[in-house]
């Protein structure tokens, strides 16, 4: 297996290069259970998280940044666009999305208690890579909808033409990999 050496800060990790395409790959970037990444990287995107009042990741892999980025921040709470309508919740807002990492359609939705905590709120959302943009676009409507200010996008990483944008903080950027006919591996 084709591993790529991602160097972030004062930490190395090796990530799987994991074909998603007939011609395209990426660099695997999990930071579930990796409580030294979440640390340090959380560190460093608060230094520019000024002037947020409230967290918002999408479920899973954005939660345990989320968390670590709203202790730093002196937040007592963060919210969770949750990818399923949960019995619990009343009125949700609800958003498709269509993720580079995800086959198939996925739903990401706010709870009207989520949504009110939100409302007139100066927002940051988070995630741990920001690639195509549509997860953060969906984030985005499903913020402005329940009436939230989106002040700042940030990310650990930047995927391919991501790290191009500047309506983003990131700390890295990540490429993207095309997969010619002989499989061999170019990065892009």
Known sequence: MSTYKLNILSLERNLPIIKIKKDLAIASFVILGDTELIQVTAKELV?????????????????????EISKLLGMKEFIVARKSIKSYMNNPIIEEVQSITTK???????DEVEAEKIKGKN??????VISTGES???????????GGNIKKRASILAEGDAANREDIIFIEKLPLFKV?????????
Not at 51 to 65: F, H, M, Q, W
Not at 104 to 110: E, N, R
């Open 47 to 67: 230094k520019k998280l000024n002037n947020v009042d409230v967290i918002v990741t999408a479920e899973a892999k954005g939660i345990p940044l989320a968390y």
């Open 104 to 110: 198939g359609k996925q739903f990401l939705c706010l």
């Open 123 to 128: 927002v940051a959302l988070i995630d741990d």
């Open 136 to 146: 953060l676009k969906t984030l985005e409507s499903l913020v402005e909808k329940a």
């Open 180 to 188: 010619e006919g002989d499989g061999k591996l170019v990065e892009m």
